[in-house]
């Protein structure tokens, strides 16, 4: 048949009532379809065929049906997957009849596990056509990935990361947490993050329990709270001297009132109160201008993020707020809100034109980069020197190409070598360094014999040069060490000097040598005395042709059998002994007893390498 169906799973609910259910594509074996039933809550079971159900129609191009004995609940899923297995079982013999059916379903079963290859296929998590991923694998192991999620990192790859996990509310002692879970330390209003699974015990603050390494802070509540109590504070401050400023005014002008009942004697005193209550009254329009200039900046405490200050005027960068919702203090930084912790306002390092380290400099991953093909200048200080540390590796620093896809390693000595010396480059143009694998040709450069070590002495190397250079050409002479010099040697000679001379050292060549991979044929007798063995056990690598007498009664043997060899046996029964057969010695029923009978026999054998297989002649006179 063609598969004209790409259909290898069908799907279909159960109503507590139906046991019939069809599966539309080929199976040709009841184990090529897998029957699986799955609960409202996601949980899969897979049935067994006799013992759940039973199938109809196999090897049917329609399909069939599968019947359970119980009919699936209301809720539950049928699920009914044919399950090729990755096998191959045609075997196409040589000059044997070509079946087209049986080539057929081969090809029809090949095409059942593409399709059900691309399902699974279709069901995996993939990186889109257009889009790229350096590779979909990862390497960190099992103990190291424990509890942890799949991930991306900052350049999109496959990373195992760290997840939060669920915030549980209020700690409690005698409370079971896991890794990852979210409490709040009710003393403080600190959150914490559980980094190791254990039962609570002990009591707040937590940073003070006996548990305190299994908590890790990430919401420290408490210094926000204290910064916003701060703040609270000097606004409150800030409005007491506005009010005490206006308090002023009234007295002034209380005063002042008096004062004009007795304008004889006060007219001096009811202008300098005058002044005063102008000068209070300035004194508290500053106040309230300080107040409100305040209020601009910290707007209190607020359920949500404001969309404005207190005045409904846009926010501005650097305004304040404590979120009474997240106990959090939060900074807008000119586009939205942000929640203050240690170490998130970091202050611009271009505003530092003399910044300096306060400790170890950690590239977090990152890299030291410049713009507009800036130069990166490392300048020491007089005699100091830029120094690339080691750690458990010797000091290294990579020079990587253009690409950054190959990189050509510098590094020191290791710490057993106790190496300390200057490594000075070479002076001229523009060059390469030469080492001991590289392959430049070296020019303008001569090597002195003083500079020349080895086991080789340099007058010796000189010497024999100087043999060689000096030996005649001459057709069909060897170069050949005579232990002091190298002198030229005719073949013969040189083959006596090598000990490789013709007829004793070596073989004279021989057309007529017989080879064991070609036909040969024999002019002359091929043959070898028989070997006598009078046990009866007769040893193939001994000889093809034996002589037997027996002083006893025998069993025909026969050892290390080799395929396809061939022989006889004279047998010399005089005695008329017994002659039985080995369980690897063949032969008709009445050999055995044939050459029983006193008398001589002649017994021709062949070996197929396991058995040998007799004949015998009659009885010789």
């Not at 915030?167 to 409370?175: K, V």
């Not at 979120?323 to 970091?346: H, M, P, R």
Request: proline fraction near 2%.
């Amino acid at each position: 048949m063609t598969v004209s169906s790409t259909t290898t799973k069908v799907s279909y609910s159960g109503n507590g009532s139906t046991t019939v259910f069809a599966y539309t594509f080929k199976i040709f074996a009841a184990a090529e379809i897998t029957v699986i039933i799955r609960s409202s809550t996601g949980t899969e079971t897979v049935k067994t065929l006799t013992t759940d159900y039973t199938l109809s129609n196999i090897g049917v191009d329609g399909g069939g049906n599968v019947t359970f004995g119980s009919a699936p609940a209301s809720g539950e899923t049928v699920v009914l997957i044919r399950n090729t297995p990755n096998t191959q079982t045609l075997d196409l013999v040589e000059n044997d009849p070509f079946l087209s059916s049986s080539f057929e379903d081969t090809l029809d079963k090949i095409t059942h596990q593409l399709i059900e290859q691309q399902e699974e296929i279709d069901r995996s998590i993939k990186v889109s056509r257009t889009n790229s991923i350096t590779s979909s694998e990862f390497t960190t192991n099992a103990s190291d990935r424990a509890s942890k999620v799949l991930g991306f990192d900052s350049s999109g790859e496959l990373s195992v990361t760290t997840e939060l996990g669920t915030f549980t509310g209020d700690w409690a002692a005698s409370t079971t947490y896991a890794i990852r879970d979210l409490v709040k330390d009710t003393s403080t209003g600190n959150i914490f993050f559980v980094n190791t699974a254990h039962t609570s015990s002990g009591s707040e603050p937590l940073t003070t329990n006996a548990n305190s390494a299994k908590y890790s802070l990430i919401v420290d509540a408490a210094a926000a709270t204290t910064q916003a109590t701060n703040a609270a504070a000097s606004a409150t401050a800030a409005a007491s001297s506005a009010t005490s400023s206006a308090s002023s005014a009234s007295t002034a002008t209380t005063q002042a009132s008096n004062a004009s009942t007795s304008a004889s004697t006060a007219a001096t005193q009811a202008t300098n109160a005058a002044n005063s209550a102008t000068a209070a009254a300035t004194s508290a329009a500053e106040a309230a201008a300080s107040a409100d200039n305040f209020d601009d900046v910290y707007l209190g405490a607020k359920s949500s993020d404001p969309s404005t200050d207190n005045d409904g005027d846009a926010l501005a960068a650097g305004m304040l707020y404590f979120n009474t919702t997240s106990d959090a203090l939060k900074v807008y930084n000119g586009t939205a809100w942000q929640t203050v912790t240690a170490g998130s306002i970091l202050s611009a390092i271009v505003d530092d034109t003399t910044p300096q380290l306060g400790g170890n400099l950690d590239m977090n991953g990152q890299d030291i980069v410049t713009t507009s093909n800036a130069d990166i200048d490392l300048a020491p200080n007089g005699t100091g020197k830029v120094v690339v540390k080691g750690n458990t590796n010797p000091g290294t620093i990579v020079f990587n190409c253009e690409s950054n896809s190959h990189g050509q390693t510098v590094k020191s000595q290791p710490h057993s070598a106790s190496v300390t010396n200057v490594l000075t480059l070479p002076p001229g143009s523009d060059q390469e360094i030469v080492g001991t694998s590289a392959t430049q040709t070296l020019t303008n450069k001569t090597i002195d014999a003083s500079q020349l070590s080895g086991t080789v002495a340099n007058a010796r190397l000189d010497a024999q040069l100087q043999d060689v250079a000096g030996l005649a050409v001459t057709d069909g002479n060897f170069i050949v060490g005579d232990g002091s010099n190298f002198v030229a040697e005719t073949g013969a000679t040189a083959r006596a000097s090598l000990g490789l001379t013709i007829g004793s050292d070596v073989q004279a060549f021989d057309s007529d040598t017989a080879k064991t991979d070609v036909t040969q044929s024999f002019t002359k007798p091929q043959r070898n005395a028989l070997t006598t063995d009078n046990d009866g056990s007769f040893d193939q690598n001994a000889n093809n042709n034996f002589k037997c007498t027996p002083s006893g009664n025998i069993t025909l043997t026969f050892t290390n059998h080799a395929d396809g060899q061939s022989g006889y046996i004279l047998l010399v029964n005089s005695g008329g002994h017994t002659v039985s057969l080995h369980a690897n010695t063949k032969a008709d029923a009445n050999l055995a007893t044939t050459v029983s009978t006193a008398g001589t026999y002649l017994i021709s054998y062949l070996s197929d390498g396991t058995n040998a297989y007799l004949t015998n002649s009659a009885v010789f006179a």
